[in-house]
């Protein structure tokens, strides 16, 4: 793992959004839906997107918008987020990289135009520029294909018999356009626009004066002796967790930090991956952390609501250091999970 530098995190927020401005066109940071993929060729397959340790597709979390300044073959540049869902395993975790030029076969060289389109309709596209097929109930890539209408197109035999129950058998032979008939699979996690800001610089004093007037407000009337036992055996998972509460204490509704080659913000001392637990990337070079997901995000998956047990403390995304590119798809990247029980 890189040396990694102190800098300011970029934040993330989810907020409501038109449909229109989380399609692929608009290269947007958003959470759940369907993904809008950058690339439109060499998506991974049903085997990259099921879960290692159930076997079950994979969920979409969350996509990053991510370009690097400076690197014209990463003018456009986007990381891709997903997990398991499927109880009760919802342990597997990928994600996956993907950079363009600014000329390329996909997008116009000038900037997408911020006026809605004359037709901003929801309508699901499962057909990509490419020619490639997606799945009709994840959005991921479908070389499966329904053996009646040969119209609708599918990434697992699981999603398959899915959409079948849930209304396909109906609408498999009618005519007409298959794209406008998609129903709620209830797989797909609520959809939001990831809103980056800039974090407010925290100094050491603040963070001391925060740790102070918490110990000051809670201890009430302890004794001081036990209260100089207590600092005494103060420990390092104490701090860390303490640090982590106050940096989010300033901006509660964060669901995302960014900061390319920064440190993490951990949510314990427990379980912090070391320089062999992040694996180099298949070019040679290191990974480096790029983002983190925080705890408040999964408020906004409502997951719980939905009867699955997705749940994590922060989760830490470490990507090439040198952004290669390694063919004109997607990279898998590595992520590590710091579960919640890890907090002191």
Known sequence: MAAVR???AELGFAEAAPAW?????????????????????????????????CGRPLAFVLQLYAPLPGRADAFHRGLFLFCCREPP????????RN?????????????????????????VCLQLKSGAHLCRVCGCLGPKTCSRCHKAYYCSREHQTLDWRLGHKQA????????????????????????IETEDEITPEDVEKEDESEVIGSMGEVPEEELDSMAKHESREDKIFQKFKTKIAQEPEQILRYGRGIAPLWVSGENIPQEQDVPDCPCGAKRIFEFQVMPQLLNYLKADSLGRSVDWGVLAVFTCAESCRLGAGYTEEFVWKQEIADVP
């Open 89 to 96: 395993c919802c342990a597997g975790l990928r994600v996956f």
């Open 99 to 123: 950079q363009l030029p600014r000329k390329n076969d996909f997008y116009p060289y000038e900037p997408p135009s911020e006026d809605p389109p004359l037709e901003a309709g929801a309508s």
């Open 21 to 53: 401005r989380l399609r692929s066109e608009q290269f947007p940071s958003k959470v759940g839906g369907r993904p809008a993929w950058l690339g439109a060729a060499g998506l991974p397959g049903p085997a990259e997107l099921a879960c290692a340790l």
């Open 172 to 195: 498999c032979t009618q005519s007409g356009n298959l794209d406008n008939t998609v129903p709620d699979h209830s797989f797909l996690f609520p959809e939001f626009e990831i809103v």
């Open 6 to 8: 102190a800098a300011s």
